[in-house]
């Protein structure tokens, strides 16, 4: 059981009717098939967008990192104004 799980069943406790109803009625929604499929997929959608933003971020560094090696510019200074790593730099001079 989790946080959120914990504090309904210490408000259900209470024995107020309106929220032990209220708490029923989550409890079911919750259980369904359907909503734990939306989800899955919202869950999906969220990896998926953070996935994606990482990917961008990245091909990114490795294009700056690029026209700065070919600028010229000591691998220090590229590790510094990407965080890319001394590895990932020299396999983009090869």
């Known amino acids: 059981m989790g946080y959120r799980e914990e ?5 259900k406790e209470m024995e107020t009717p309106v929220m032990s109803q209220a708490i029923d009625a989550y409890y079911t929604i919750t259980a369904s ?3 734990r499929e939306k989800e899955r997929l919202r869950t999906k959608a969220r ?7 990482y990917n961008a971020d990245r091909n990114a560094k490795l294009g700056i990192a690029r026209n700065m090696i070919s600028d010229g510019e ?6 510094r104004y990407t ?3 001394k590895e990932n730099i020299e396999n983009l001079k090869v």
């Open 7 to 11: 504090e309904l069943e210490k408000i």
């Open 33 to 35: 098939s359907e909503f």
């Open 47 to 53: 990896h998926d967008e953070a996935q994606a933003l």
């Open 74 to 79: 000591p691998v220090e200074k590229i590790i």
């Open 83 to 85: 965080g890319l790593t």
